[in-house]
């Protein structure tokens, strides 16, 4: 069926024909006037003069002409924070609102408020900061000013503890060949933007950047100049296409300081050698039997790591029994050995929707350990009596093995 169009609906394609091909000749900015705009974003160029135009510096020295402020000194602040001039904690960036941060107040009251990147002063979320306090302002965060609400404001002075890992992922924007780098443009908008050298870029990136406008990378903060918008950093790789599962999972446990590496040799050479392994029967000997007990997990059919499991019995004075049986680990991590430090580095496995970064070799925790059914294992367990009230009427606990 063919329908005659109307002028109107000419118009509009004629329109439209014309936009798309002004996008077509349109250009993607140039590295030199990112930065430009994110210095813009900081302060305000003044003018020299009625009439007269302030004239944009060079990109490869770009500066602020406002710069953040110097980080005070170590007495400095030793003795604010002993006078109770200066507090300390943890800095929360808004992820949603970046502009707004807040470190906790040690009184307890309502959170110290830091207003811009300029309070924050190049501390990143998660950081250990110094704030000095400035005067107090209506609280807009929830508290209406008629109430005569008012929330403390400060600034961040000096950071005691870099927490956050410098790891970042994102893309690459811009170059800029008379400084010699890239921009990088971090996904987590609560960090800064990036000046990378060009020497990390793919080899291809100069000759084709547009190939790379989708391709995910890992970069690393390694300063970030008092005077700069600007964080310097290095490009560490290419994860992989944006929205890919894989790729996006390894940033998000880069950017967390998760190791999921493979464990290394010397910390699998502390786990037996000689497979299956068996209980040795002076270790059975001084631990209590609970074999011949009904001992089960409540863990899901397709559990591999089974690390607790419990039995429940009456006895005849009308109580129950209970025991609780944790998969006795310290039997194989010995303090001190170097799987005790990868295990104290890693310090809990971390559970994805579809994999898990476990904090013990697989050996270890899905075999040596795991309490499987019908297979003697080692356990750390408490014991305990309790009244059909579910009154604790006595508790021990024992090193065991069933």
């Known amino acids: 069926i063919f329908v005659q169009k109307t002028q109107k609906e000419d118009n509009f394609m004629s329109k439209q024909g014309a936009d798309e091909a002004s996008l077509k000749k349109s250009k993607p900015k140039k590295a030199s006037a990112i930065k430009q705009e994110a210095a813009g974003a900081q302060t305000k160029t003044k003018a020299k ?9 060079r990109a490869a020295n770009r500066t602020l002409d406002e710069p953040y402020d110097s980080y005070l000194s170590d007495d400095v602040v030793s003795d604010g924070l002993k006078r109770k001039k200066f507090i300390q904690g943890v800095l929360r960036i808004n992820p949603k609102k970046y502009q707004d941060a807040f470190v906790p107040n040690p009184d307890g009251g309502s959170d110290i408020y830091l207003c811009g990147t300029r309070m924050r002063n190049r501390a990143l979320n998660g950081d250990i900061v110094v704030v000095d306090i400035l005067e107090k302002t209506p609280n807009d965060a929830g508290d209406a000013p008629d109430r005569g609400t008012l929330q403390r404001t400060g600034k961040v002075v000096y950071i005691l503890e870099k927490k956050h890992t410098r790891a970042t992922t994102g893309f690459l ?11 990088f443009s971090p996904i987590d908008h609560r960090l800064p933007r990036l000046l990378v050298p060009l020497a990390d870029c793919p080899q291809d990136y100069l000759k084709s950047p547009a ?35 894989e790729p996006e999972t390894e940033g998000f446990l880069l950017e967390n300081g998760i190791d999921f590496s493979d464990f290394s040799q010397e910390v699998l050479d502390c786990l037996p050698k000689n497979l299956p392994w068996k209980i040795p029967q002076e270790e059975i000997d001084k631990r209590r039997d609970f074999r011949r007990e009904c001992i089960f997990t409540i863990d899901p059919s397709t559990a591999r790591d089974l690390d607790d499991a419990l039995h429940c019995k009456e006895l005849p004075d009308d109580t129950f029994e209970v025991g609780v049986h944790i998969a006795d680990v310290s039997h194989f991590v010995r303090c001190g050995t170097t799987l005790d430090e990868a295990a104290f580095a890693r310090a809990t496995s971390v559970y994805l929707v579809q994999k898990v970064v476990p904090m013990l070799p697989r050996l270890l925790c899905e075999e040596l350990c795991s309490l499987n059914p019908n297979e003697d294992r080692l356990a750390f367990s408490v014991v305990w009596k309790m009244s059909r009230e579910g009154k604790v009427r006595l508790a021990n606990r024992e090193r065991d093995g069933f």
Request: aromatic letters at 10%; glycine letters at 10%.
């Open 49 to 57: 003069g009625k009439g007269s135009r302030a004239k944009p510096k």
């Open 173 to 183: 924007k811009a170059y800029d060949k008379a400084d010699n780098t890239a921009i």
């Open 211 to 245: 190939r790379f406008d989708k391709t995910l990378f890992v970069a690393r903060i390694t300063d970030w100049p008092f005077n700069s918008p600007f964080a310097r950093g290095r490009l560490a790789r290419s994860l992989g296409e944006a929205g890919e599962i």
